[in-house]
């Protein structure tokens, strides 16, 4: 069993700048893939980061150049640094994370960021 926990979320302006964290609740990124998705208001949720077990990294494509995925893995924490945010950027981020030798996924509780002046 793993938990995930979000944290880091808030109002911004355009332009601005979060860093979202999700800790696991135990060692678990040697053996996971893990996940940044979104959900913004009348959408259906989309996959915004990707990192492998082996570090390979894939972006939506219009966060591309602007969002940043990276883990500490000795504190078992992934980041989202999130630049240059946009309005179309407003949703709530969820942290996803799935073990290469499971079938069963893991959902943080997601962390609302609004980008609004």
């Known amino acids: 069993q793993v938990q995930l926990v979000e944290s880091g979320g808030g109002l911004v302006q355009p332009g601005g700048s979060l860093r979202l964290s999700c800790a696991a609740s135990?060692?678990?990124?040697?053996?996971?893939?893990m996940a940044w998705y979104r959900q913004g208001p009348g959408k259906e949720r989309e996959v915004v980061a990707v990192?492998?077990?082996?570090?390979?990294?894939n972006y939506l494509d219009s966060v591309k150049g602007r969002f940043t995925i990276s883990r500490d893995m000795a504190k078992n924490i992934i980041y989202l640094q999130m630049n240059s945010l946009k309005p179309e950027d407003t949703a709530v981020y969820y942290c996803?994370?799935?073990?290469?030798?499971?079938?069963?996924?893991?959902w943080g509780q997601g962390t609302q960021v609004t980008v609004s002046s």
């Open positions: 996803y994370g799935k073990s290469v030798y499971e079938t069963r996924e893991y």
């Open positions: 135990r060692g678990a990124f040697g053996d996971f893939n």
């Open positions: 990192m492998t077990r082996g570090g390979t990294i």
